[in-house]
């Protein structure tokens, strides 16, 4: 019989393309010697679909999807993923029953498009799937909660560390600038004006000044910080400003005997 240059019988009739695509993903039989005879025993193959199976699912989905498709008044696949804002594949993963593969915003678009609720959907085309969804608002719920908690963890923290950066200004400008009002003609003066915006930023972020330099207080120690030794309730003259944020003590203001 001749053959041709691969070693392939030239007389044996070609195979169509269907033809070696089914014999591709048939599974093939493997011979073994069991007890002196020969038992033909199937071997399994990952290629081998249930083909038929798969067109059912397919048909079910695809009907229950044309009949929501009609009761929302959605004339076509591509006005579908045109109003639900997702791709023609993943309608076909709906179509196919693959669910789970679809992330929240292709389901939150597919029901909205389909006037469905996402466990309504789930339900119509993966009902075991509906259950676990039931579960996804709490789940949204939690992790607001927790990303909501570390922003105000993350904002004091950023409020702490400007706050001790800007320190030595907090603490000195009051006093600079109590001393350029007293003298108009320092030039100082002209920059009182800029730092407006720095008191307005104190002031969002609740922080509130303790005393106003010059003025005669009556000495706290809870408040004030004496240059030298003073007893609660002397009069003491405040020199540079202390601060506090709500019920937090920042710093304290610096004081002097009268």
Request: charged fraction near 25%; glycine fraction near 6%; aromatic fraction near 4%.
């Amino acid at each position: 019989m001749a053959k041709n240059l691969s070693g392939e019988d030239r007389n044996e009739p070609e195979r169509s393309l269907a033809d070696s695509l089914d014999h591709l993903s048939q599974p093939k039989d493997s011979t073994v010697a069991a007890g002196g005879g020969l038992v033909l025993r199937r071997a399994p193959d990952k290629l081998w679909v249930d083909r038929c199976g798969v067109r059912r699912v397919e048909q079910e989905q695809g009907a229950s999807l044309r009949e929501l498709m009609q009761r929302a008044q959605v004339t076509s696949l591509r006005e579908l993923g045109r109003q639900a804002q997702v791709s023609r594949w993943s309608i076909d993963l709906l179509r196919r029953g693959r669910v789970r593969q679809l992330r929240l915003d292709q389901l939150l678009g597919l029901s909205r498009a389909l006037k469905l609720s996402v466990s309504e959907l789930l339900n119509r085309f993966e009902p075991q799937a509906a259950g676990e969804a039931t579960a996804w608002p709490a789940e949204y719920q939690r992790l607001q909660a927790q990303l909501h908690s570390q922003q105000q963890v993350l904002e004091q923290q950023f409020r702490a560390q400007t706050l001790q950066a800007l320190e030595s200004l907090l603490l000195q400008w009051p006093t600079a600038a109590h001393a350029a009002r007293q003298n108009p003609q320092l030039p100082a003066k002209n920059l009182l004006p800029v730092l407006r915006p720095l008191e307005q930023l104190l002031t969002d972020w609740g922080v509130e000044p303790i005393g106003e330099v010059g003025t005669e207080v009556a000495f706290d120690p809870q408040q004030h910080q004496a240059e030298t030794h003073c007893v609660p309730g002397e009069r003491v003259r405040v020199r540079y400003v202390g601060y506090r944020q709500g019920e937090t003590l920042l710093y304290r203001a610096r004081v002097s005997p009268v």
